[in-house]
């Protein structure tokens, strides 16, 4: 049985992260799993090595032509002079990896290059949540999904950013040799072998405006009495407007309606409570304003696409360590 090649796309200036991931995955042998496992193959610009971010460097010894006769093409994240700029070479192996049906991936920023190669042109694709409505813009015909760990479309997959490229690696794994060997890779690398939801759970809330913004009274009133029950009408009344030129000038301001902030304000009062008390979640649904714990649950899981419960139990340790 030959060794499925996995080629990696290396470019100027690439995150390390990134790029260790794969290197990780399929580039340790594991004979005691399968046999045969991955052959991972590093390709660049034509340069013995390329210079990659913190000062190293890494060898590619192979071209990035090469790409096409992999079995799995999969591209890290790059640099923002790469994503606004490709090389040609790459946008022109990609596409002809893309011909002959080979699997493709992008990990995190990596999407900006199956895009600009044309490959990504109607279908699911997603990147850092940072970066993705700037990509949105650059991409129009790509469908984004902001809030995807990653996406499949046929042999086109991408990723979210950072970790996301941890899940993706793994399921690319799962796919090759099923859950029983991607669940002892996951054990050895010490990550959980799924994740529950999507990056939203990691993106900032909308923030409120400068103080000196004329509507920064009324939203620093409204974050005091998130607990009571609010409407638009109430908010516009201590904003001393209409309702319908508050909330004209609401979207002018932030780019939402009232409600839609109010409901992102809560749900980013919810996470902090869960991070930071032991408080029960229906005493949480009553301080965020949500009333009650079911619709807490369902306006936060809506919103972050995961449970309050996972939610707590993902981060909450995280920030005891940090203080």
């Not at 080979?102 to 990596?110: D, P």
């Not at 949480?284 to 696409?305: E, K, V, W």
């Amino acid at each position: 049985m030959d060794r499925h090649v996995v080629a990696l796309a290396v470019t100027e200036g690439a995150p390390i992260f990134e790029l260790a991931v794969p290197c990780e995955v399929f580039g340790l042998q594991r004979p005691d799993l399968a046999d045969p496992w991955y052959e991972l193959r590093m390709c660049g610009d034509g340069a013995a090595s390329v210079p990659v971010a913190a000062g190293l460097r890494a060898d590619t010894p192979l071209p990035w032509a090469a790409l096409a006769d992999a079995d799995t093409v999969l591209v890290p994240a790059c640099s923002r002079p790469v994503q606004l700029d490709p090389p040609p070479a790459l946008l022109a192996a990609l596409r002809a990896a893309h011909e002959r049906g080979r699997r493709i991936v992008s990990l995190c920023a990596g999407a900006y290059l199956l895009a600009a190669a044309g490959i990504l042109d109607g279908h699911d694709a997603t990147t850092h949540w940072v970066n993705a409505p700037d990509f949105a813009v650059r991409f129009p015909a790509v469908n984004v999904r902001a809030a995807a760990l990653w996406t499949r479309a046929g042999r086109l997959y991408t990723s979210a950013g950072t970790g996301a490229a941890i899940d993706l690696c793994l399921h690319l794994v799962r796919e090759d040799h099923g859950a029983a060997v991607a669940n002892e890779v996951a054990r050895r690398m010490v990550v959980p072998p799924h994740r529950e939801g999507g990056q939203a759970q990691y993106a900032r809330p909308a923030a409120a405006p400068a103080p000196e913004d004329d509507l920064a009274p009324v939203l620093h009133w409204t974050l005091e009495h998130l607990h009571e029950p609010l409407t638009v009408r109430a908010m516009a009344r201590v904003a001393h407007l209409s309702e319908r030129t508050f909330a004209r000038r609401f979207r002018d301001r932030l780019g939402t309606t009232p409600l839609q902030w109010l409901l992102q304000q809560r749900v980013r009062h919810a996470q902090e409570l869960l991070e930071t008390t032991d408080a029960p979640i229906e005493a949480i649904a009553h301080y965020s304003g949500f009333g009650t714990s079911a619709n807490l649950r369902h306006h936060f899981t809506r919103t972050t696409t995961i449970s309050p419960q996972t939610y707590r139990q993902v981060f909450r340790d995280r920030t005891r360590a940090t203080r």
